[in-house]
């Protein structure tokens, strides 16, 4: 009958560990001091009619020094990226049920807040109105702003033109506004909440998981409310 959990190396196999990490972390340590041995046994057995040059050893030395050079090097990456994962953790356990402003034309209605977005209208217009879609793409609502410039927020209370409540939810929406006689479409933001967080592996970074939109890289959020 196998019992699970037994070391299937040997019984005593875990006394040799600690001997074998020893020499593992020494190998580092006495890798400089052999190969000064073997430059020093080199110089002794050298031609005497053809002696090495000290431009040819202080170079063997110097490539030495550069590969034990990149190999810390590679061991402080590591650890700076050890650092940096724990960083992420700390500061996406903060971001969770907090609203961010992210690029998007979809956003989530509740009864209690509606809907809250954000529009860069490029250039000053006298007409800017939002057109508010259900998730079958029909039109139940258009919010008349007036003028704008820049950055403006603006709210739909999760009512349609009939002044009936819809039901809160998935809504998508659009900004536009006469420039030049011209009927033009502005970048829009919307604000959502942060469900979890997602620590991101190697380049990649931290990544939200926004209700009713989906994963969203940290860095494209505008603000932190």
């Known amino acids: 009958m ?4 037994i070391d299937t190396e040997g019984t005593y196999a875990f006394l040799n560990k600690g001997a074998n990490q020893k020499e593992e972390e ?31 050893f202080l170079g063997q030395i110097a490539a030495f020094g550069t590969v034990s050079g990149i190999g810390d090097l590679q061991k402080s990456f590591d650890g700076f990226a050890t650092s940096m994962q724990s960083d992420q953790a700390l500061q996406g356990s903060s ?17 209690e807040e509606g809907m809250k977005g954000q529009i860069n209208v490029a250039e000053t217009v006298t007409d800017l109105k939002v057109a508010i879609y259900n998730e079958a793409g029909v039109q ?3 919010i008349e702003m007036g003028g704008a410039t820049g950055y403006t927020d603006f709210t739909w209370d999760g009512f349609d033109d009939n002044g009936e409540a819809l039901t809160p939810g998935v809504y ?21 909440k942060v469900e979890s967080v997602i620590v991101g592996v190697g380049s990649q970074g931290l990544i939200m998981n926004l209700g009713g ?10 603000e932190i409310t």
């Open 2 to 5: 196998a019992i699970s959990g």
């Open 26 to 56: 020494n190998a580092g340590s006495l890798a400089l001091e052999d190969f000064m041995s073997l430059m020093t046994t080199q110089l002794k057995n050298q031609d005497p009619l053809k002696p090495m040059e000290s431009g040819e």
């Open 95 to 111: 971001l969770v049920g907090r609203s961010v402003l992210v690029p998007s034309s979809i956003g989530i209605m509740t009864a």
């Open 140 to 142: 139940v609502r258009t």
């Open 172 to 192: 998508q929406f659009k900004a536009s506004g006469t420039i030049d006689g011209d009927n033009t479409a502005f970048a829009t933001g919307t604000v959502a």
């Open 213 to 222: 939109i989906g994963s969203v890289p940290f860095s494209e959020a505008v």
